[in-house]
């Protein structure tokens, strides 16, 4: 059974920095994607940041590229993301998924195979 586990969320001023991890369990990840998606409310869940569990090779979404980092704990099994320069518009639950059925770095949220239940982070103005 998969399971993933967020946490690190919470409420921060515009400007300031907050770092998410993702605590992974449940079988091997080696060749898996992990990926951070978020939803605010009233939209829909949309990509963040995505890394390649064995390779290390990421992808970002446009609107975090140079404020957000995503990386990863082999050892701890744990994936982070790490979000600078935070904005108000960044207010979202964000989520931990994992991709185990493709070779390539997903941004659809439909081509995960398994969710966290999400942690809040708020960015007040």
């Known amino acids: 059974q998969v399971q993933l586990v967020e946490s690190g969320g919470g409420l921060v001023q515009a400007g300031g920095s907050l770092r998410l991890s993702c605590a992974a369990s449940g079988r091997t990840f080696r060749g898996a994607t992990m990926g951070w998606f978020r939803q605010a409310p009233g939209n829909e869940r949309e990509f963040v940041a995505a890394i390649k569990w064995s390779a290390g090779s990421t992808r970002y979404a446009e609107f975090v590229k140079g404020r957000f980092s995503i990386s990863r704990d082999n050892a701890k099994n744990t994936v982070y993301l790490q979000m600078n320069s935070l904005k108000p518009e960044d207010t979202a639950v964000y989520y931990c998924?994992?991709?185990?059925?493709?070779?390539?770095?997903?941004?659809?949220?439909?081509?995960?195979?398994?969710w966290g239940q999400g942690t809040q982070v708020t960015v007040s103005s």
């Open positions: 998924a994992v991709q185990f059925t493709a070779y390539y770095i997903a941004t659809r949220p439909e081509n995960y195979d398994y």
